[in-house]
């Protein structure tokens, strides 16, 4: 058998089995052609490819892969997994083109990718310091981030006191967190060995006794412009809806102007979650007003149209009819609202909506009559269940352990461990239960380290039933 020509080489650097595709990496690293950069860099967006893609673009000249990593970056067409991909590549280049690159990923809209960008910046920051041009420019950058974080805030501000904004204040919570983690990193990126991430978790906590340590950080490292913008964002006797009415003229301040704004926006969420409060408010006079071209049909908004309950028939009128979708729906209950229930359990309530519906679309709504065996003690642990409505006796035989109620979770160690189950679980009278599958779930938390970093975080405390 002859040696393998780059052509082939490239076919095996796409092929379906990342065992494949990890060995055809391996030999692309010793060929001395640039035109096999392109494929390597496409295996950076898949977890089980990209430590041996980046240790295969390593064998290539620097300039020449930096190059093609910032024009693959910022291609119109490029996919979110391989613009992830790359901009973790960068961390390992420590140089003044790897920062250059990054910086042009801090216009970006989408939350995720612009804190993964920052996360890139520091790390490359504190092997290759940045210039005193470079910190000016990140100024007008922290500049336009702040504008977001003050808008989201005058958004929470005027969101009505009722059930119906629960997602919507949940996502409006959870990006002006993060925004304001990714602008206390941007503002020590003059001093980047500052132990920011400490000073990130006082906040976080907002521990009284350590707060004041990051309120000295900023008042005494920040540029003045960057003191300006964070400090009402962390300090709590600076009001911080006053303060972004005064640094920024142009924010929208209505609450009508902002939801039609998101249900407009290309966030699929956002306009989920946006349409969900104005339907269950009856707010008709806000419907009149949605551009309906503008609106992206999604599996959310099939399920929120076709559950209108709407005995009027005055809302549905103003929905198009191309909005429904005539499939007939089956289960008890929508993504969104399985959403909802999945934030009332301990395990999860600390994950933002945006993510959690993942788990939610994965979910499986089960019924159990009174008194029926939902599994047996020595039971293989396939999955985990949170109780929707009713009650589980938890027992062995006839021995009663406790009996778990709604927004309770019981399974997931198993689950996670694998081990068999180690008590019996029977409805106590007649009960509904979310139940998600091993096989799912596993795919999740390999693909999304926000799922992971809090599952991981809330099991030592012990929030379920472990059997």
Known sequence: MGIMNDEELINFLHHSSHEIREESLRIAAKRDNPELIDHIIGNLAYPKTAMQARLALGGFEEDLVLHNLDKLLFKEDSEFQIRMGIIRCLKQYKVENSLNILQKGLNENYLIILREVTNSLISVSRGYPA??????????????????????????????????????????????????????????????????????????????????????????????????????????????????????????????????????????????????????????????????????????????????????????????????NIKKETDMYSILEKTILLKSVDLFKNIPGDVLTRIAQISEETFHSEEKLMFSEGDYGDSMYIVVDGNVRIHKGEHHIVTLGKSTVLGEMALLDQEPRSADATAEAETTVLKIEQDGFYELMAGNSEIMQQIIKMLPEGCGIQI
């Open 131 to 324: 210039s005193t041009e470079f910190i000016k420019e990140i100024e007008l950058n922290l500049d336009q981030i702040a504008q977001r974080v003050y808008q989201l805030v005058l958004f929470l501000n005027c969101l009505p006191d009722d059930d119906n904004c629960f997602l919507i204040r949940d996502h409006i919570s959870s990006d002006i967190k993060k925004l304001i983690r990714i602008m206390l990193k941007l503002g020590v990126l003059h001093d980047p060995k500052t132990p920011i991430e400490t000073y990130i978790q006082y906040v976080a906590n907002q521990d009284p006794e350590l707060m004041p340590y990051v309120l000295e950080l900023v008042d005494t490292t920040f540029s003045q412009a960057n003191r300006k913008l964070t400090m009402p964002l962390i300090d709590i006797d600076i009001d911080e809806v006053i303060a972004g009415k005064d640094f920024f003229d142009e924010l929208l301040v209505e609450f009508d102007d902002l939801i039609l704004f998101w249900i407009h926006g290309a966030h699929k969420w956002k306009t989920a979650i946006g349409l969900n409060y104005i339907i269950k408010s009856n707010r008709q006079d806000l419907l009149k007003k949605i551009n309906w071209d503008k609106i992206q049909n999604t599996i959310f908004i099939d399920q929120l149209f076709s559950r209108i309950e709407d005995k009027s028939g005055k809302i549905k009128e103003m929905i198009p009819s191309k909005m429904f």
